[in-house]
């Protein structure tokens, strides 16, 4: 199932906050522009940029003290802009300010505000509110605004109960059905997917875009290529273009299946796409960058990445990171040094995501001197190093043979680490420096105290680890 969360990472994108809601789907695409935006009012710009002292309702209740009027563009347009910027505490206050001020709540005011307790509250929160409604508010929009957080949150049981309720109701839509499908193809369930999809159809649903990428997914993620170019072929005769996300998609799925030649041909329609510098442009040269570098196609990724200068023209961190990787898997050395120097002397927040893909081309390819050198410039910095780093610094320092060295930034990490992390922290391959070390040398002290560390991490069975290592010391 690898390749439903590599596509996945392409598709799944939450649609705009400041775009018209869809009723907060987990499967929403990036809506249309709309009209050209008002000037914002004074109240808005009251509200928006208040400081951390001050509550909404606090703000608008002082605003209607003074005989002021707080319109119902004012709420949309501060609904959308603190979800649009992840605020959605100050976002909930805005809901809880109309209901305590005697404010009429529509459907939809309703069906945002159980989004945003369950981004604030967890699902309970949102289905409290959702049962306390009225019947005359238990709407198409509400009953889709909870069908979304039980997506999104992967309760599947009770998205499916409610999901069957609102089929009695005649609630269905395409965006229902895509919310659903989402949740399926998140749980790594493709064929419930597809069988949903025929079920749309056979009712006279008329799938989507966002439907037609999680057909196309789930039925790479099946190994079925001829179903793909069947989805392809109807959504051609139904008049429905490709989007970016489309393309990469296929470009993912014929890379990933060895398919180069098809792999190329749909990153050649993404290139020949008209984009504006948005979002958009950034995830697709990210895309491109990362598959070129896959197939081996260099001039395909310095295509990408001056397409990507010309649309950002200072990229950041991110976009240097997906570049740096690409040229490591091309093994491009001098332009690799070139573009990480370029970044070094550029950047206005050092990010050592970057430094680590020099480190590690370095200590792949046991150049030693390259990545002690890369080393002390990082070890200097004073800066915190991710864990990332700490495992490349453990991993250098046992080729050098600087044992108490590397245990500690063992130990470092560890005590870094939450236990999620613990599960990569430190790498196999680190582990495997270490054995091989503690394997061939008589360091029966240091390999205790590596046992005594590993311990921490319950990936390694310390005991056989133990009487391994003590049968190599006395060379059994």
Same mark, same amino acid.
């Given at each position: ?40 009012? /004074? ?26 009027? /707080? ?17 959605? #505490?100050?976002?909930? #206050?805005?809901?809880?300010?109309? #209901? ?16 945003? =307790? ?28 909870? =069908? ?10 009770? $998205? ?7 089929? /009695? ?10 919310? =659903? ?15 949903? /999809? ?7 649903? $008329?799938?989507?875009? @966002? ?17 793909? %170019? ?34 190329? $041909?749909?990153? &050649? ?8 510098? %948005? ?53 491009? #050395? ?47 910095? &004073? ?8 495992? =490349? ?15 500690? @930034? ?32 008589? %360091? ?33």
């Amino acid at each position: 199932m690898t390749i439903m969360r590599t596509i996945g990472r392409l598709l799944l994108q939450e649609s705009s906050a400041s775009s018209p809601p869809r009723w907060l789907c987990t499967a929403a695409e990036k809506a249309a522009p709309g009209p050209k935006q008002r000037r914002k009012t /004074v109240i808005f710009h009251k509200v928006a940029k208040a400081n951390s002292k001050s509550t909404v309702p606090d703000i608008l209740d002082k605003w209607v003290s003074e005989g002021k009027e /707080v319109r119902r563009y004012d709420i949309t347009d501060l609904s959308n802009y603190f979800r649009k910027h992840k605020k959605f #505490q100050a976002a909930l #206050q805005l809901y809880d300010w109309m #209901q305590s001020s005697k404010l009429e709540l529509t459907d939809a005011d309703h069906a945002i505000r159980i989004d945003l =307790l369950c981004k604030t509250g967890g699902v309970a929160s949102a289905e409290k509110y959702f049962n306390s409604l009225q019947v005359s508010d238990k709407t198409r929009k509400t009953y889709g605004a909870l =069908l979304g957080c039980y997506c999104k949150e992967r309760v599947l049981d009770k $998205a499916l109960e409610i999901f069957e309720e609102m089929k /009695v109701s005649n609630y269905m839509s395409t965006l229902n059905y895509n919310n =659903l499908a989402s949740l399926y193809y998140s749980m790594e369930q493709p064929a419930k997917v597809v069988s949903l /999809v025929q079920e749309m159809e056979e009712n006279n649903i $008329a799938p989507d875009i @966002y439907t037609y990428n999680l057909l196309i997914n789930s039925y790479a993620a099946m190994k079925n290529l001829d179903a793909i %170019d069947e989805v392809l072929e109807k959504m051609k005769s139904n008049n429905m273009d490709c989007n970016l996300f489309t393309y990469g998609n296929m470009a993912t799925i014929y890379c990933n299946s060895g398919l180069h030649e098809k792999a190329n $041909a749909f990153l &050649g329609l993404m290139e020949n796409m008209k984009m504006q510098p %948005d979002d958009d442009v950034f995830e697709a040269c990210r895309t491109r960058i990362k598959l070129y570098s896959e197939m081996n196609n260099r001039s395909g990724v310095n295509r990408t990445w001056e397409a990507l200068k010309s649309a950002f023209p200072t990229p950041n961190n991110t976009s240097y990171l997906f570049m740096l990787l690409a040229l490591s898997k091309l093994g491009d #050395q001098e332009n690799l040094e070139k573009l990480f120097k370029e970044w070094e002397e550029g950047c206005s927040s050092y990010d050592y995501r970057l430094p680590n893909v020099l480190l590690e081309y370095y200590i792949n390819r046991n150049m030693i001197e390259e990545a002690s050198s890369l080393y002390d410039s990082l070890a200097n910095r &004073g800066d915190e190093p991710n864990l990332r780093t700490l495992n =490349l610094f453990a991993a250098l320092c046992v080729k050098t043979s600087q044992i108490d060295l590397a245990l500690k @930034y063992l130990e470092t990490g560890l005590s870094k680490a939450k236990p999620g992390k613990r599960k990569w922290f430190p790498t196999d391959e680190t582990i495997k420096f270490f054995l091989n070390y503690f394997q061939g040398n008589n %360091d029966a002290d240091r390999a205790e105290k590596f046992i005594q560390i590993m311990k921490k991490t319950n990936r390694v069975d310390t005991n056989s680890l133990l009487s391994n290592i003590k049968a190599s010391d006395s060379g059994i």
